[in-house]
């Protein structure tokens, strides 16, 4: 973990709803009391002269627009990818109640250690070992599977564990990824919802898709992810609206067999819906070029409320109430990262040299591709300041 200060720095949220972010100038700012109070200065060898800053009214603000662009029904996690600093975290699901969403064994334990309760996590891992799903499994830890192998592996842990049946079981998320076959974003590295995809099954398996759900009644999700940065609205939409088809069928082939099967409609007694739980994923991009939430270049980057709208329009099926309107889904999961946390913090470093031409200067600084993957690897987006 990197050593954290925190950042003295307040901003005011407008009775607009303008979203409040960290500007440049309040980097500025902070920087300039980092400098004067020699907040980076390494009094052992094993110090390093970095920092990361969160401003906590920032993040208030944005997943408070978050929640009102949703509606009540609507669970969001925050990836932990995003934002692995457990007080952080700890903050957040007390001041907001979200989740978060963990792609990997070692960010389960971080949320645990952070306080989060194990039907409070999504465990989105696409290569889980036997022992880690069976674990996530016993604790009842919500989880994607991501393909008809670890299907496999989930249903004799089921049957193992005697939920095989799924018998009233609507406690414990178990959902295939399914991959919507959508197209990429404009960072064809970070798009997964084409064809030669590392994740998920792919939408042309429907066939195989549904005969899953009926084999395994313990299934009550579906999940979809195209992608994290570079989406457009609409290649995020497109992948919702496909899960939802998927979900849809899934769930009017359970209620056929409940009409017609008197041992499965006793059985299932009071479930009407076999998938009763969508996990939308995230992927909405950040405004790294700006100090402005959102821009129409280089790419689109909207809004929690414009997408929320957006989705109410093209996926309805969405925002019914099951008890009221007729809907099928009594939860909807998202798992936004950077577009919920990317503009409420940012990363500090002395920069201990300077060399190469002064056209293209290379700095060496403390932090890199460990801390900052995504953006080492997409060079465009990143922001200079003079």
Same mark, same amino acid.
């Given at each position: 973990?990197?050593?954290?200060?925190?950042?003295?720095?307040?901003?005011?949220?407008?009775?607009?709803?303008?979203?409040?972010?960290?500007?440049?100038?309040?980097?500025?700012?902070?920087?300039?009391?980092?400098?004067?109070?020699?907040?980076?200065?390494?009094?052992?060898?094993?110090?390093?002269?970095?920092?990361?800053?969160?401003?906590?009214?920032?993040?208030? !603000?944005?997943?408070?627009?978050?929640?009102?662009?949703?509606?009540?029904?609507?669970?969001?996690?925050?990836?932990?990818?995003?934002?692995?600093?457990?007080?952080?975290?700890?903050?957040?699901?007390?001041?907001?109640?979200?989740?978060?969403?963990?792609?990997?064994?070692?960010?389960?334990?971080?949320?645990?250690?952070?306080?989060?309760?194990?039907?409070?996590?999504?465990?989105?891992?696409?290569?889980?070992?036997?022992?880690?799903?069976?674990?996530?499994?016993?604790?009842?830890?919500?989880?994607?599977?991501?393909?008809?192998?670890?299907?496999?592996?989930?249903?004799?842990?089921?049957?193992?564990?005697?939920?095989?049946?799924?018998?009233?079981?609507?406690? @414990?998320?178990?959902?295939?990824?399914?991959?919507?076959?959508?197209?990429?974003?404009?960072?064809?590295?970070?798009?997964?919802?084409?064809?030669?995809?590392?994740?998920?099954?792919?939408?042309?398996?429907?066939?195989?898709?549904?005969?899953?759900?009926?084999?395994?009644?313990?299934?009550?999700?579906?999940?979809?992810?195209?992608?994290?940065?570079?989406?457009? @609205?609409?290649?995020?939409?497109?992948?919702?609206?496909?899960?939802?088809?998927?979900?849809?069928?899934?769930?009017?082939?359970?209620?056929?067999?409940?009409?017609?099967?008197?041992?499965?409609?006793?059985?299932?007694?009071?479930?009407?819906?076999?998938?009763?739980?969508?996990?939308?994923?995230?992927?909405?991009?950040?405004?790294?070029?700006?100090?402005?939430?959102?821009?129409?270049?280089?790419?689109?980057?909207?809004?929690?409320?414009?997408?929320?709208?957006?989705?109410?329009?093209?996926?309805?099926?969405?925002?019914? !109430?099951?008890?009221?309107?007729?809907?099928?889904?009594?939860?909807?999961?998202?798992?936004?990262?950077?577009?919920?946390?990317?503009?409420?913090?940012?990363?500090?470093?002395?920069?201990?040299?300077?060399?190469?031409?002064?056209?293209?200067?290379?700095?060496?600084?403390?932090?890199?591709?460990? @801390?900052?993957?995504?953006?080492?690897?997409?060079?465009?987006?990143?922001?200079?300041?003079?």
């Amino acid at each position: 973990m990197l050593p954290t200060k925190a950042a003295d720095a307040k901003l005011t949220t407008s009775t607009c709803r303008t979203p409040a972010i960290i500007t440049s100038d309040t980097i500025s700012k902070v920087l300039r009391q980092v400098r004067a109070q020699n907040l980076l200065e390494c009094k052992l060898p094993t110090d390093a002269p970095v920092a990361l800053f969160y401003d906590l009214d920032v993040f208030d !603000d944005t997943l408070d627009r978050l929640k009102e662009a949703f509606g009540p029904r609507f669970y969001h996690c925050i990836a932990v990818k995003s934002c692995s600093h457990g007080p952080i975290l700890r903050d957040v699901y007390r001041r907001h109640g979200v989740g978060v969403e963990a792609a990997s064994m070692g960010e389960v334990m971080l949320g645990l250690e952070a306080g989060f309760e194990p039907s409070q996590m999504v465990f989105d891992s696409p290569c889980k070992t036997h022992r880690e799903l069976a674990w996530a499994l016993e604790q009842r830890i919500p989880c994607n599977l991501d393909n008809f192998a670890e299907l496999g592996r989930a249903a004799t842990i089921m049957q193992e564990l005697g939920r095989a049946e799924g018998a009233g079981d609507a406690s @414990t998320l178990v959902g295939l990824r399914v991959n919507p076959l959508v197209g990429a974003g404009t960072i064809a590295a970070l798009s997964v919802s084409t064809a030669d995809s590392k994740f998920g099954i792919p939408l042309s398996d429907l066939d195989a898709i549904l005969a899953a759900y009926e084999a395994h009644p313990w299934l009550n999700s579906v999940h979809v992810h195209v992608g994290s940065g570079g989406m457009a @609205t609409a290649v995020l939409l497109a992948g919702v609206k496909a899960v939802v088809g998927v979900a849809e069928a899934v769930n009017a082939r359970w209620r056929a067999r409940l009409a017609t099967d008197e041992a499965f409609a006793a059985t299932h007694a009071g479930r009407p819906s076999q998938v009763h739980c969508l996990d939308i994923g995230g992927g909405l991009p950040v405004n790294y070029w700006s100090d402005s939430a959102e821009c129409s270049e280089p790419q689109e980057v909207v809004s929690f409320g414009a997408y929320a709208e957006e989705l109410r329009a093209e996926v309805p099926a969405l925002f019914l !109430d099951p008890a009221t309107e007729g809907g099928s889904f009594t939860r909807v999961i998202t798992e936004y990262g950077q577009s919920a946390t990317a503009k409420a913090g940012f990363l500090v470093s002395e920069v201990e040299f300077v060399k190469g031409p002064p056209e293209r200067p290379i700095f060496m600084a403390h932090f890199g591709a460990d @801390t900052n993957v995504r953006q080492v690897q997409q060079l465009h987006t990143i922001i200079r300041h003079s």
